[in-house]
């Protein structure tokens, strides 16, 4: 609706992952290094965490983006609670490998046979796990495992892990010391500062043929960046509202009292973030309460997140576990 209101070429706060809209933060950027650089090393694993909604998945897509000119062959597996065996049909799936009726011994040979041909075709193998901190810790071993595929000294498979929060944790428990030993980088990612988050606002604007209407007042930034932390996909919720509730008061300049307005219209829907795909809520204020100041609010809306980010990744979890086994049906 109001992308041919602003007349905007695209809808510029989508959801979904588009490497077309990656923005080069200053954490964003430093984490691609790291991933470029675990690349030309060409071994072990990399290890990229962060919270949910801080542009890990769109991170990889730009690196895949980055690796379409060489000879690379990517494997990507968005896990839940894969075990062992099931990770490793996934990824058979995932190259075009036989794994129906297989047992765990064919597999493995069956998937060395396939790399090792890939090595003489001088072809790179790269293994993408998504949500990496839901694996069974046999799982991670299974990983572990494959990394001794070599040919000559060379490896013929490279595992880059991406999760939240919880991965770090993961990696450092007891048990996982080998594991440890073959991480050739790892990065967390951090939100965006208030500078970077007006910077991403307006890069996304442009990328969809924004001309400056609407326009935009210097506070309206600081109140995205206060409101949402500075985490992108926060920022694409708030923003697509935003533009909404301007398109249909047919306004073309966004000032606070519109940021306001849209913010209370988010607390009072309880139904509004999930609508809208978020994994935070914003929290609604009290009838009797006098107002509360700054860091009463972000106390507030860490709390009402990670009690609706917890909900929502059980949910995901179990949507996730539907489709890998939807997927091995089907193949």
Known sequence: MYRSFY??????????????FY?????????????????RQGEGFVVISGDVG??????????????????????????TQLDADDLLRVLCAELGLPFERDSKAVLLK????????????RKRVILIIDEAQNLPPRSVEELRMLSNFQLANRPMLQTFL??????????????????????????HLEPFSSDETRSYIEHRLRLASW???????????????????GVPRRINVLCDRLLLFACLDERHDIKSDTLEAVAS??????????????TGRYPARAENKPPTDGNDRFSELEQSVAL????????????REAVVETRIRKH
């Open 211 to 229: 001309k400056g209407d609407p326009t935009f007042a210097d506070e309206v930034f600081d109140g995205v960046h206060r409101i949402t932390n």
């Open 110 to 121: 069956t998937l060395e046979e396939f790399l090792r041909e890939c090595l003489y075709q």
């Open 162 to 187: 991406l999760g939240q929060r919880e991965l770090r944790q993961l990696m450092r428990s007891r048990g996982f010391e080998q594991l440890r030993q073959r991480v050739m980088a790892a990065y």
């Open 7 to 20: 007349q905007l070429s695209a809808k510029p706060f989508r959801l979904t992952p588009d490497p077309r």
């Open 265 to 278: 219209e988010m607390r009072q829907d309880e139904l509004g973030d999930l609508r809208n795909g978020d």
């Open 308 to 319: 609706l980010s917890k909900s929502l990744n059980e949910e995901m979890a179990r949507l």
């Open 54 to 79: 801080t542009g890990k998945t769109t991170l990889m897509g730009t690196l895949a983006k980055n690796l379409e000119r060489h000879n690379v062959l990517t494997a990507k597996i968005v896990t």
């Open 23 to 39: 923005f080069n933060a200053r954490s964003h950027k430093r984490a691609l290094a790291y991933l470029l650089y675990g690349v």
